[in-house]
């Protein structure tokens, strides 16, 4: 039997070899499943043990050697460029 009790960022990030601000950032990108307690974040042992269980077969699978650590986000095989706007030169007075 798995964990019943959910994971916050800390204990997930600790778990996964990644920082806790990793882990807000994949719930806030919506790359993993969570819910809020007031500004607590909270990811369900079920939802966790699922991805774990997706990057082990798609390790299986691929069969390559990574030299990546921790958990590999869905969304890592698309890099998306934005240009941000030009800014003009302040007015001084």
């Not at 997930?12 to 807000?24: E, F, K, N, P």
């Not at 050697?65 to 240009?83: N, P, T, Y």
């Amino acid at each position: 039997m798995g964990r019943s009790t959910p994971f916050t960022p800390e204990t997930l990030g600790h778990r996964w070899d990644v920082s806790a601000t990793t882990i807000r950032n994949m719930c806030n990108q919506g790359e993993l499943k969570h819910f809020r307690l007031g500004r607590l974040y909270r990811i369900p042992a079920t939802v966790v043990e699922e991805m774990e269980q997706c990057q082990t077969s798609a390790s299986d699978v691929s069969g390559a050697d990574s030299a990546s650590i921790g958990m590999k986000a869905a969304s890592e095989d698309v890099i998306a460029l934005r240009h941000a706007p030009e800014r003009k030169p302040s007015q001084k007075r």
